[in-house]
Each structure stands twice: as structure tokens, then as C-alpha cells.
């Protein structure tokens, strides 16, 4: 990812961020994940391919010609998340040219938090705090899930991730299945894994990566 690339995506978590400064800001903490957490899929490598050869999401076909947004727009178990990136002002961000690697939650993710969160998090006094969450599961560059596995396996069942978002997720494995624990120690599976796009590739995982806010 090049200089230029990163100073884009930086300056719209800071625009997004400064746009709420000087407002009252309601979601001071991490949102509480419900006690319904998510599982590992069994395998998570066994994925419906579309005729482009792409995994399909949701049901929808991936075109990897298309943008993040413009595929996650086109599967309907990604709704909450798209309505999040239309809220936190990355639309034009995640589909410049990248490439960002996006660790994307399903809808069943997002109703695993606890009630209200992901309201509260929409709402445009807390633009900050969202713009946090969600660049909490971009990480720079293009990452596959064999180059992830890899890394782990080099750093003896670990490997740490630096997100757009500036704190750190930790990879491991669960079985064949990529695990992710984030900062506050929330863990997510990768259910969909090498989702190619146009400006890069995305995980579709089952569970809401919650940073520190």
C-alpha cells in the first residue's frame, strides 16, 4: 500500500473523527459483546464458488473486478455492515485503490453485541468511536488466508496484525479455521475466506472485533 494510499485512508478516520469533536460522544466504552458468542465453523475453507471462480457471500456472487463496497453492497448477510460504512463516512475510503485486507462481519455478528450497541454506534454523535470499530478490521495491504496461516505457523501459532485502526489483533488457529482476538479479547472466526476484490480481498468472519475505545 503506498504512502499516498495510507495518508488517504488516515485522513479520513481524522476528518471522521474531528466531525464529532466538540459533541457529546455517548458510546465512551468498548461495545459488550452479548453472551451469545460466535463458534468456529467447521471449515471454513469449504465455500460456494461463483462462475468467476470468486467465493460467494451470502448467496451473492463476488466479482473481483468490483470494489469492497460495491460486492459487500451486493450480499444480503452484509447490510448492517455496509449501513456502517455509510455511517462512519468510508465509503469513498474502501473503494479507493487500496489494497486493504477487511475482516468483514456478517449481520449475525453484528446482533451478537449486546442491545442497542450497534444503534448507538450509528448514531452521528458517535462517528468516532465507529470510524475506530470498523478500521479495527482493515488491515493495509492484501493478506490471503494462506499468507495469514503462514505467519502464523512463523511465529509459533501466532501472528499479530497491525489494523488501520492502530491497535493490534492476534491470530491464531482453531482446527483449519483462522481465529481472531482482538484487544479486548473478543474472538472471531474467518467463516468465508479469500473474497478477492478489485482494491483487495476480504474475510467474511462471524464475530465483531471490539477494540479499545
Same mark, same amino acid.
Not at 488516515?10 to 457529546?24: D, E, I, N, P, Y
Not at 471449515?43 to 451473492?60: E, I, K, L, M, Q
Not at 448477510?77 to 485503490?97: F, H, I, Q, Y
Given at each position: 500500500?503506498?504512502?499516498?494510499? #495510507?495518508? +488517504?485512508?488516515?485522513?479520513?478516520?481524522?476528518?471522521?473523527?474531528?466531525?464529532?469533536?466538540?459533541?457529546?460522544?455517548?458510546?465512551?466504552?468498548?461495545?459488550?459483546?452479548?453472551?451469545?458468542?460466535?463458534?468456529?465453523?467447521?471449515?471454513?475453507?469449504?465455500?460456494?464458488?461463483?462462475?468467476?471462480?470468486?467465493?460467494?457471500?451470502?448467496?451473492? +456472487?463476488?466479482?473481483?473486478?468490483?470494489?469492497?463496497?460495491?460486492?459487500?453492497?451486493?450480499?444480503?448477510?452484509?447490510?448492517?455492515? *455496509?449501513?456502517?460504512?455509510?455511517?462512519?463516512?468510508?465509503?469513498?475510503?474502501?473503494?479507493?485503490?487500496?489494497?486493504?485486507? #477487511?475482516?468483514?462481519?456478517?449481520?449475525?455478528?453484528?446482533?451478537?453485541?449486546?442491545?442497542?450497541? *450497534?444503534?448507538?454506534?450509528?448514531?452521528?454523535?458517535?462517528?468516532?468511536?465507529?470510524?475506530?470499530?470498523?478500521?479495527?478490521? #482493515? #488491515?493495509?495491504?492484501? *493478506?490471503?488466508?494462506?499468507?495469514?496461516?503462514?505467519?502464523?505457523?512463523?511465529?509459533?501459532?501466532?501472528?499479530?496484525?497491525?489494523?488501520?485502526?492502530?491497535?493490534?489483533?492476534?491470530?491464531?488457529?482453531?482446527?483449519?479455521?483462522?481465529?481472531?482476538?482482538?484487544?479486548?479479547?473478543?474472538?472471531?472466526?474467518?467463516?468465508?475466506?479469500? *473474497?478477492?476484490?478489485?482494491?483487495g480481498v476480504v474475510h467474511v468472519v462471524n464475530g465483531v472485533l471490539v477494540p479499545t475505545l
Amino acid at each position: 500500500m503506498s504512502t499516498k494510499h #495510507v495518508l +488517504a485512508l488516515t485522513t479520513a478516520m481524522a476528518l471522521a473523527a474531528c466531525s464529532t469533536m466538540g459533541t457529546k460522544e455517548t458510546a465512551t466504552s468498548a461495545p459488550a459483546a452479548d453472551s451469545s458468542m460466535p463458534a468456529a465453523p467447521a471449515d471454513a475453507t469449504t465455500n460456494t464458488a461463483s462462475a468467476s471462480g470468486n467465493p460467494t457471500v451470502g448467496g451473492a +456472487a463476488m466479482l473481483s473486478t468490483k470494489t469492497i463496497v460495491e460486492n459487500a453492497s451486493a450480499a444480503p448477510n452484509l447490510t448492517t455492515l *455496509v449501513a456502517a460504512v455509510k455511517a462512519a463516512g468510508l465509503v469513498e475510503t474502501l473503494s479507493g485503490p487500496g489494497p486493504f485486507t #477487511v475482516f468483514a462481519p456478517t449481520n449475525d455478528a453484528f446482533s451478537r453485541l449486546a442491545p442497542g450497541t *450497534v444503534e448507538n454506534l450509528l448514531k452521528p454523535e458517535n462517528k468516532a468511536s465507529l470510524v475506530k470499530v470498523l478500521t479495527y478490521h #482493515v #488491515v493495509a495491504g492484501n *493478506v490471503s488466508a494462506a499468507q495469514l496461516i503462514e505467519q502464523i505457523k512463523a511465529g509459533n501459532g501466532t501472528a499479530t496484525l497491525t489494523t488501520v485502526a492502530g491497535q493490534p489483533l492476534t491470530a491464531t488457529m482453531t482446527g483449519n479455521v483462522v481465529t481472531l482476538t482482538s484487544a479486548t479479547g473478543n474472538k472471531s472466526y474467518v467463516e468465508v475466506a479469500d *473474497v478477492r476484490q478489485s482494491n483487495g480481498v476480504v474475510h467474511v468472519v462471524n464475530g465483531v472485533l471490539v477494540p479499545t475505545l
